[in-house]
């Protein structure tokens, strides 16, 4: 396909868009409001504490005897009984829906408006969207309609930002079928009706990817370090976005290399060109710029200290704050170590081998919470002992690793297939299994478009492979940690941009 070819949207294509996307989402959010009451993750309940004390920490109740693992229990959205978080993509049931926004209710009355012993300091979630839902407490806002506002903006966005960069690669009609995916994505309209960070976090991935697009193409300050500060904040909001930051950098040394070194084919001012389109990358308002000229070593300057700059004024504040209030400079979370032995521990290696499905397993299993307990057997009283909790729970995965190596080889296969699975481990009911059918042939569609643009598009531009990064950030980290299809919600634009990109075939791969 020729850039002169390319038809993109127009002015009222753009408008029509942004009311089918904006009505959609909304409908969805409408039709879903008990969801917003939920709190599995304890955002809300985090974000009232900060506004209600002015700390981002956990309330300790006044005679509390809870052990360790209660704590992470609670922290976690989970109790024993209930274990969502455990079960690979388990959605809650219906009938749950009522009693848990009543429990979450219940729990912030009593502890921000009752019986307050004080407030430790925590790092156990990332702060950005905690900070988000306190500042709509702050006016009064931390209800349904301020929950649903925040997540509406944030979906609304990640698909506009899709369709613009679908439409300069591929023209309007793959940007149409691109925006039609991600609006009607499962489990993007699903998780937009909670209090979870999965819908503000796509927001910042693909606001991140237009950014560093514009940084690669440009190699101006302004916006290297503008991308860099949205990767700080996507970093806040999930950690592993901060792999995927770093990632990108190296990516841009990569290639950089490639084209000096000639590892790269490159064409050079003087060679003929069959296709200007193939030889040049599309800037922010369809201009063009030779690779040659991208990877000037000046330019490549530019870029790496801009983002990396941008990066570290955002992430270094909540650092330096943990090293303050904690006791050690991390710019992550202290709930890694959690994450790392739910899905490598010697009570999850059994079930892989003796269960007849896997996803049964729960953290609420009693030998996981014996083991949990030996690892760490100490109250968390106050914001330190999250570090130690953290590092033990890390040391006991790795332990767990090295004594079964077999166990965990058939558990990187296990995490893999959860994280890539076409559906969700709903209900064994009448209902539950329609709607898993249903999400199972949209996921099966969209992954067979996926693999077969793969195999007969040749023309991906920079910002399609730079979220291919983030996919393959996602997928190995979530082999190694524990894994469900709610993990993969911030690559749904790349999947729903790969399966629309059959429609501009440029022909087969040589």
């Known amino acids: 396909m020729n850039e002169r070819e390319i038809k993109r949207w127009s002015r009222n294509q753009w408008i029509a868009a942004l009311l089918m996307v904006g009505s959609v989402r909304l409908a969805i959010l409408w039709f879903s409001p008990d969801r917003l009451d939920l709190d599995p993750d304890n955002y809300r309940r985090l974000g009232r504490i900060w506004s209600e004390t002015g700390t981002f920490g956990e309330l300790l109740p006044p005679s509390s005897q809870r052990s360790a693992t209660d704590a992470a229990d609670s922290e976690d959205g989970t109790s024993p009984t209930t274990s969502p978080s455990a079960s690979p993509g388990n959605l809650p049931a219906e009938q749950q829906v009522a009693s848990s926004a009543d429990r979450a209710t219940e729990v912030l009355a009593r502890e921000v408006r009752g019986e307050i012993q004080g407030v430790r300091p925590t790092a156990y979630r990332p702060p950005l969207y905690p900070a988000v839902l306190a500042g709509l407490d702050c006016f009064g806002w931390l209800n349904r309609t301020g929950i649903a506002t925040v997540n509406w903006l944030a979906g609304v966005g990640s698909v506009l930002l899709l369709a613009w960069l679908a439409n300069r690669l591929h023209g309007g009609r793959t940007a149409w079928l691109a925006t039609a995916l991600l609006t009607f994505d499962p489990l993007s309209a699903l998780y937009s009706t909670q209090a979870m960070t999965e819908t503000v976090a796509t927001f910042w991935v693909m606001a991140a990817t237009v950014l560093v697009l514009k940084a690669h193409q440009r190699s101006q300050w302004g916006w290297a370090i503008a991308a860099g500060i949205t990767l700080g904040l996507g970093s806040l909001t999930r950690p592993p976005i901060l792999v995927w930051a770093a990632g990108l950098l190296a990516w841009e040394v990569g290639y950089w290399l490639a084209a000096r070194h000639g590892w790269r084919r490159r064409p050079v001012p003087s060679e003929p060109r069959s296709s200007e389109a193939?030889?040049?990358?599309?800037?922010?308002?369809?201009?063009?710029?030779?690779?040659?000229?991208?990877?000037?070593?000046?330019?490549?300057?530019?870029?790496?200290?801009?983002?990396?700059?941008?990066?570290?004024?955002?992430?270094?504040?909540?650092?330096?704050?943990?090293?303050?209030?904690?006791?050690?400079?991390?710019?992550?979370?202290?709930?890694?170590?959690?994450?790392?032995?739910?899905?490598?521990?010697?009570?999850?290696?059994?079930?892989?081998?003796?269960?007849?499905?896997?996803?049964?397993?729960?953290?609420?299993?009693?030998?996981?919470?014996?083991?949990?307990?030996?690892?760490?057997?100490?109250?968390?009283?106050?914001?330190?002992?999250?570090?130690?909790?953290?590092?033990?729970?890390?040391?006991?995965?790795?332990?767990?690793?090295?004594?079964?190596?077999?166990?965990?080889?058939?558990?990187?296969?296990?995490?893999?297939?959860?994280?890539?699975?076409?559906?969700?481990?709903?209900?064994?009911?009448?209902?539950?299994?329609?709607?898993?059918?249903?999400?199972?042939?949209?996921?099966?569609?969209?992954?067979?478009?996926?693999?077969?643009?793969?195999?007969?598009?040749?023309?991906?531009?920079?910002?399609?492979?730079?979220?291919?990064?983030?996919?393959?950030?996602?997928?190995?980290?979530?082999?190694?940690?524990?894994?469900?299809?709610?993990?993969?919600?911030p690559i749904s634009p790349w999947l729903c941009w790969t399966a629309a990109a059959c429609l501009s075939l440029t022909g087969r791969r040589d």
């Open 278 to 489: 193939e030889n040049r990358d599309l800037t922010w308002n369809g201009e063009e710029i030779s690779p040659v000229e991208a990877c000037r070593t000046d330019r490549l300057a530019v870029r790496l200290v801009g983002i990396s700059l941008g990066l570290v004024l955002v992430i270094a504040p909540w650092g330096l704050r943990n090293l303050w209030l904690l006791g050690e400079f991390r710019v992550t979370t202290t709930h890694g170590g959690y994450t790392l032995f739910l899905a490598n521990n010697s009570s999850f290696y059994h079930s892989l081998r003796t269960a007849a499905d896997p996803r049964d397993w729960e953290a609420s299993a009693p030998d996981f919470q014996a083991q949990l307990r030996a690892a760490y057997p100490d109250r968390v009283e106050q914001g330190s002992d999250e570090l130690v909790r953290d590092r033990a729970w890390s040391q006991a995965a790795w332990a767990s690793i090295r004594s079964d190596w077999p166990g965990f080889a058939r558990g990187i296969g296990t995490r893999l297939s959860w994280f890539w699975a076409l559906s969700p481990n709903l209900e064994d009911n009448g209902r539950g299994r329609a709607v898993t059918l249903a999400v199972a042939f949209y996921y099966g569609a969209v992954f067979s478009l996926v693999c077969f643009s793969l195999w007969t598009v040749r023309r991906w531009g920079y910002a399609w492979r730079a979220l291919g990064i983030l996919v393959l950030v996602l997928t190995a980290l979530h082999s190694l940690y524990w894994s469900n299809p709610r993990m993969r919600t």
